[in-house]
């Protein structure tokens, strides 16, 4: 399993190249452009890969999965926290999100 959080095509690419035949993608990330389904990263069709995405329908599910694997430490994601924010800050925080100023790659906003 890969997870692609980002958004970025290069990141999904990557994330299909490192599965293991009958893995599967996890694409969190929320996307600005066209994203495409390369043929190479795609194993030429045999690799017999799935792509999970979008937040809705099934995304609580998804969501409530991966916190679990947070929860279990199987899975770390303060290495992608790149920011931190308080919940009066939102506006700054999206603002620098979605002109990805800054080095951002992921946020952390506190109540």
């Keep these: 399993m890969a997870i692609e959080a980002l958004g970025l ?9 490192c599965l293991r035949p009958g893995g599967t ?3 969190l ?3 600005s452009g066209k994203l495409q389904v390369p043929y190479d990263a795609f194993a030429a ?3 017999d890969y799935k ?5 809705c ?3 609580k599910e998804r ?3 991966l916190m679990a694997m947070v929860q279990s430490k199987r899975f770390d994601p303060t290495p992608l926290l790149t ?3 308080s919940l009066s800050q939102i506006v700054e925080a999206y603002d620098l999100f979605g002109s990805r100023r800054d080095g951002v790659l992921k946020m952390a906003i506190k109540p």
């Design 9 to 17: 095509q290069e990141t999904f690419e990557n994330g299909l190249r």
């Design 51 to 55: 792509i999970v995405t979008t937040l």
């Design 83 to 85: 920011h931190r924010f």
């Design 45 to 47: 069709g045999i690799g």
């Design 29 to 31: 990330g929320v996307y």
């Design 25 to 27: 993608l996890s694409s």
């Design 57 to 59: 329908p099934g995304g």
């Design 63 to 65: 969501m409530r999965r």
